[in-house]
């Protein structure tokens, strides 16, 4: 079982920069893909970031791309999402989840999800 809580939400002005942080119960963190999600007001959830379990490998959308980095600390057994330069549009709950043999692209693999903690950006 594997417990994620996330952190680091809040309000910030466009342009401006937020740091969340994941951190994990898991017993072997360094096992887990992790992935950084997103659901805005009345829009489906997304995956905004990626990050393999070693760490060697990141994959971003198209829309957070050059703005977010997705890094982990495996031996704090946390990953973050650095988010720079801000939009509206980011605005939504942000989740981290952890799965076995996850990536970008397969997310049902992804079987461990925190409660989320709310992003707003003003414009």
């Known amino acids: 079982q594997v417990q994620l809580l996330e952190s680091g939400g809040g309000l ?5 920069s937020l740091r969340l942080s994941c ?10 893909s992790m992935g950084w999600f997103r659901q805005a007001p009345g829009k ?3 995956i905004a970031a990626f990050v393999s379990a070693s760490g060697t490998k990141t994959q971003y959308a198209d829309s957070v791309k ?3 980095t997705i890094s982990r600390d ?3 057994k946390t990953v973050y999402l650095q988010m720079n330069s801000l ?4 605005t ?4 981290c989840a ?3 043999g996850a990536n970008f692209n397969l997310i049902r693999r992804y079987n461990y999800w925190g409660q989320g903690t709310q992003v707003t950006v003003l414009s």
């Not at 939504?92 to 989740?95: G, H, I, L, P, S």
């Open 12 to 16: 910030v002005q466009a342009g401006g």
């Open 44 to 46: 489906e959830r997304e």
């Open 87 to 90: 939009k509206s549009e980011d």
């Open 98 to 100: 952890a799965g076995l």
């Open 92 to 95: 939504a709950v942000y989740y």
């Open 74 to 76: 495996n031996g704090k």
């Open 23 to 32: 951190a994990a119960s898991a017993e072997v963190f360094e096992l887990y």
């Open 66 to 68: 050059g703005r977010f």
